[in-house]
């Protein structure tokens, strides 16, 4: 398969991006900037999908989907394979931030994480949830 681009993850949305930032790490160099795109429930995000990639190649370096249709967190994220020890670093960095700032009481509540290796099934997979919710 081709590489997974930013014209990937627009069609994923269906080209409704309500965010975008550059990137400051510098583990994707330079031209890293990300886009967003969630779906709201009554009272939060049932689904969100959030993308890094490169505004020259276009190329895609990560992309994560947060679904909470069924009532359950489930996390869907790919990887670039020539990024994959860059994103394991951030998140390590941020998990690390993240239990820091919790009350040593807190209970963490289950989540389901899914991580895909092959491009084409991430896209399907997040596809047909986001096709299902509608």
């Known amino acids: 398969m081709k590489d997974f681009t930013i014209n990937d993850y627009l069609e994923l949305i269906n080209y409704e991006v309500q965010e975008g930032t550059k990137i400051l790490w510098k583990y994707y160099g330079e031209n890293a900037y990300s886009y967003s795109w969630a779906k709201?429930?009554?009272?939060?995000?049932?689904?969100?999908?959030?993308?890094?990639?490169?505004?020259?190649?276009?190329?895609?370096?990560?992309?994560?989907?947060?679904?909470?249709?069924?009532?359950?967190?489930?996390?869907?994220?790919?990887?670039?394979?020539?990024?994959?020890?860059?994103?394991d670093l951030v998140d390590k960095e941020r998990e690390e931030l993240q239990l820091s700032l919790l009350p040593e009481d807190f209970d963490n509540p289950a989540k389901f994480t899914f991580s895909y290796d092959d491009e084409c099934e991430f896209l399907t997979t997040v596809y047909n949830l986001i096709k299902e919710a509608k």
Not at 48 to 60: H, I, M, S, W, Y
Request: include cysteine; charged fraction near 25%; hydrophobic fraction near 30%.
């Open 40 to 87: 709201h429930g009554a009272l939060a995000y049932i689904q969100e999908c959030n993308v890094v990639f490169d505004t020259k190649t276009q190329l895609v370096y990560e992309c994560t989907f947060f679904d909470s249709t069924d009532g359950k967190d489930h996390e869907h994220n790919w990887c670039h394979p020539e990024f994959k020890y860059f994103k």
